[in-house]
């Protein structure tokens, strides 16, 4: 997992995650943007962004890596018309 352990300036321990933007979200499924946003609309238990920032939606990374291993194998996207 890409969870780590941060020590804050206070000396407290927190758990720190890694995010992930749209761009780094789609190198991780392994495909384009566009197909992102696709698996996004066609998996009901796809993670829920954590934020929405000027730049768009975020991630945990731990949440996408996680779903990654409940669907190893993804139908690739149909055609129509």
């Known amino acids: 997992m890409t969870s780590r352990i941060v020590l804050t300036h206070s000396g ?5 995650h890694e995010h992930l933007g749209l761009a780094e979200l789609a190198i991780k499924l ?3 943007r566009s197909r992102a946003h696709q698996l996004m609309r066609a998996y009901a ?3 829920r962004a954590v934020a929405i920032l000027t730049m768009g939606q975020v991630w ?3 949440d996408v890596e996680h779903w990654l ?3 190893p194998v993804r139908p690739t996207g149909v055609r129509r018309g």
């Open 12 to 16: 407290a321990v927190r758990k720190d």
């Open 69 to 71: 291993t409940m669907h």
């Open 45 to 47: 238990d796809f993670p």
């Open 60 to 62: 945990h990374a731990d």
């Open 30 to 32: 392994g495909v384009s």
